[in-house]
């Protein structure tokens, strides 16, 4: 199964304010021009985000994603605009796992960094997208939250946008040792 880490980001690596907003987004986004998202709601069968994020889509009006299932970590209650949205606590690890012996093929992750960095960690993000967005923010929130271990990744394709905007798709490139499921011998 595949999860795919979709987002726009300002060309300084952020993908929000220091408060957690996106207004800086809002010159870039038009009828005509969706950068990609059309295409990529149409590959995957489900959501994943974190709490803070789905509070965020909440205030952005109609619930963005219609009824495509969605994943939110939390522990806490939530509004739900349709009964497509789901609530866990799952490992990572587990809900990749159960995922896919259901048959799911892909998932987006919309976000936040945190739950990003844990599914990123265990490296269980296989494609990262990148909607550059040529803003300098100056600071805010980067993709991923606190330490994250390095991971190599491959550039498969890049777009080129009007107005400057660079989408660049990596695939996350898993270590020899996992990727043949052998062990290291040294301790």
Partial sequence: MKICYYLAISADGFIADPDGGVDWLSPFQSSEQDYGFSELMGSVDGIIMG???YDQALTLGDWPYGDMPTWVWTTRPIKRP??????????????ESEHRQNGFRKLWMVGGAN?????????????????????LLGKGISPLEGETPQASLVLTGSTRFDGGVI??????VKPAAEATGSQSDSP
């Fill in 167 to 172: 989408q660049n798709h990596y695939q996350f």
């Fill in 115 to 135: 739950l990003a960095s844990q599914f990123h960690a265990l490296g269980l993000i296989t494609d990262y997208i990148f909607t550059v967005l040529p803003v």
């Fill in 82 to 95: 349709n009964d497509s949205i789901h609530t866990t606590t799952q490992s990572p690890v587990v809900f």
């Fill in 51 to 53: 709490r803070r994020t």
